[in-house]
């Protein structure tokens, strides 16, 4: 009997694939028709051609309109993992802070930031891009550009942060130091050599080649030197973190009142402070809940990263709109689109999805 339903399950499955790949041979053969009426073909030759358009936000990599279209999407790409990679980073300390002060005693405190959080949370994510970037753009023009600390001046222009250069093997030592720590568990009793040598040798790289600052200056009409983050790019960092930090506060704060009471008032009992109960008994149990969801928002801000083309910022979908209009290889440009922001979101899902499974694995569960 079981045989036999395990035969009509395979038999089912094979029918559904043969339908599925029988749906999907149509559409592949209409489309194909369709393109070869319009005098269109498929293919990524079209990468190799020269892209013959300006891109703004590119400090990072060089690129001239005679550069090819690939390099273009990879500018675009660069954009959109820094703004991704910032966002989430941003995201989860502001939603941290935010929700442990929606469960602060004072009641002042605590209605002001629930005011904040409810504001951003039911505004559209749309709305408070344009908003921000409208506002940036009303500030005042470089001359008359404000100047919170000493060589930051933020103006029209955007924000203008001193230039820090550090040495290249000073850099390659901190990463490797970084590297072995994340993989202290498997260097055995004695890992604490490795970090601590590749330490010492990023010491010594500093000490031989001090990191310099350059300080921006006023020239002409604008600033020369430094680093300057265009309007567009200072708006949608903060719209996304100022938004995916209001749904993450709540998860904090959800996951903080989740923690038994028993928990706190047995820390209270050995004399610990709001602040030692909070660090050491309740934020350890309460991560282990927070993680999953944590995934979801840093996912919700990589797809939500897309929403830069309405104010100019040349993230990766901006660039492969406009190689589209161009070039005519509009499903080519949509199947970039879906690989790179499929797979953005899926590595930031996996890595957060091994974090959880380390908590599983050495904590103590919610009870």
Not at 63 to 72: C, E, L, M, V
Not at 237 to 246: D, Y
Not at 319 to 344: C, D, P
Not at 361 to 366: E, K, M, P, S
Request: charged share 10%; hydrophobic share 55%.
């Amino acid at each position: 009997m079981r045989r036999a339903a395990d035969r009509r399950a395979i038999a089912l499955q094979g029918l559904g694939l043969g339908l599925t790949a029988a749906v999907v041979w149509w559409l592949a053969r209409n489309t194909s028709v369709s393109l070869a009426q319009r005098g269109l073909t498929l293919g990524f030759g079209f990468l190799r051609h020269p892209a013959n358009f300006e891109i703004g936000d590119t400090w990072w990599l060089s690129f001239t309109p005679a550069d090819s279209i690939g390099r273009a999407i990879v500018v675009g790409l660069l954009n959109t993992a820094l703004v991704s990679a910032l966002g989430c980073v941003l995201a989860i300390a502001v939603g941290f802070v935010a929700g442990i002060l929606r469960l602060s005693p004072n009641p002042a405190l605590r209605g002001l930031v629930r005011l904040g959080v409810e504001i951003v949370r039911n505004t559209p994510l749309l709305l408070l891009l344009l908003f921000l970037a409208a506002s940036l753009h009303a500030l005042p023009p470089p001359r008359q550009a404000l100047s919170p600390l000493h060589g930051v001046f933020l103006s029209d222009r955007g924000l203008v942060l001193p230039a820090v250069s550090i040495g290249r093997w000073t850099v390659v030592f901190v990463l490797l130091a970084v590297v072995a720590l994340a993989l202290r568990h498997k260097l055995g009793t004695r890992w604490w050599i490795a970090p601590a040598a590749c330490a010492a040798a990023a010491l010594v790289s500093a000490i031989l080649r001090p990191p310099a600052i350059a300080a921006a200056h006023l020239e002409g009409f604008n600033f020369v030197g430094g680093v300057t983050l265009s309007p567009e790019l200072a708006a949608l960092l903060a719209a996304l973190v100022l938004h995916q930090s209001a749904h993450i506060s709540e998860v904090v704060r959800g996951a903080v009142l989740a923690v038994p009471r028993g928990q706190r008032d047995a820390a209270g009992a050995l004399g610990m402070s709001r602040w030692q109960t909070l660090r050491l008994v309740v934020m350890p149990v309460a991560l282990r809940a927070m993680v999953p969801l944590l995934a979801t928002n840093c996912v919700s801000l990589i797809k939500n990263s897309s929403l830069a083309v309405a104010i100019g910022f040349p993230d990766v979908v901006s660039i492969l709109n406009t190689a589209g209009n161009q070039t005519g290889h509009s499903i080519e440009t949509m199947l970039i689109m879906i690989v790179v922001y499929l797979s953005l979101s899926l590595l930031v899902a996996a890595a957060l999805g091994r974090y959880n499974a380390h908590l599983l694995r050495t904590g103590t569960a919610i009870s």
